[in-house]
């Protein structure tokens, strides 16, 4: 089983609400990623977790907060965000560095959001 | 920095012509290399792999030869079908390093 999950798979906020999105993978890796996507465009990475810890932060402004609360969960608070940040916000799981290689990465369907 | 590029612009062809996106990268060491698909509405799916020299990767119909030589890993699909229409992103990956490089990306359409 190579699945990761996201959900929701669309939200729509303004620009004064709380919400999460969340993923989960079962594959029994520990590292976790988040990506933000524009439209016609590569992702952009955001975060890693490696072992339940955050090991690279893209210098994302702090609206968005995330969480790893185990090794197959990892979560992205998101606070007062701008309409710029509309995108397709994508998860991925991979094997951590320290493990075997070839690590490719398996990504989620993503979460549409939409800011307004 | 670790870098890779692809062809400019959307690939337009006819159903059962010949696919080719060109990929050529720039990295430090050893990469790993790598080509995801993505349908439109949806998330990456990856396509295919390799993780050295001459080693080549294939899957549905596509395929990818890692050559050092030239530093390039073409994706090749010798008959298209309608429902290969999406985008292909190349992408590389250094032994121990978490991070992805990927290419900007090729829309490829099919026309029946």
């Known amino acids: 089983d190579t699945e990761v999950t996201q959900t929701p798979k669309h939200l729509v906020m303004g620009m004064t609400n709380k919400k999460s999105l969340k993923c989960e993978q079962h594959?029994?890796?520990?590292?976790m990623y988040w990506y933000k996507q524009k439209a016609k465009k590569p992702p952009e990475l955001m975060f890693v977790?490696?072992?339940?810890?955050?090991?690279i932060n893209e210098s994302v402004p702090s609206r968005f907060s995330p969480e790893c609360p185990n090794s197959s969960l990892l979560n992205l608070h998101l606070h007062a965000l701008q309409p710029e940040d509309s995108a397709l916000y994508l998860c991925?799981?991979?094997?951590?560095?320290?493990?075997?290689?070839?690590?490719?990465?398996?990504f989620g369907p993503g979460t549409r959001l939409t800011v307004t | 920095g670790d870098s890779v590029t692809q062809m400019e612009g959307p690939v337009t062809l006819s159903e059962e012509a010949f696919l080719t996106i060109n990929c050529t990268y720039t990295a430090t060491g050893y990469p790993s290399l790598f080509w995801y698909v993505q349908y439109p509405g949806e998330g990456l799916q990856l396509l295919l792999k390799a993780t050295k020299a001459d080693d080549k990767g294939s899957n549905k119909g596509f395929e990818a030869t890692y050559r050092k030589e030239t530093t390039s890993f073409h994706l090749e699909k010798g008959s298209v079908q309608v429902s290969d229409s999406a985008v292909y992103f190349c992408?590389?990956?250094?032994?121990?390093?978490?991070?992805?490089?990927f290419g900007k990306g090729n829309q490829v359409v099919v026309i029946p």
């Open positions: 977790y490696s072992y339940e810890k955050l090991s």
């Open positions: 594959m029994g890796h520990r590292a």
């Open positions: 991925a799981s991979s094997q951590a560095r320290d493990e075997s290689i070839p690590y490719e990465q398996y």
């Open positions: 992408a590389l990956r250094l032994y121990g390093n978490n991070r992805l490089a």
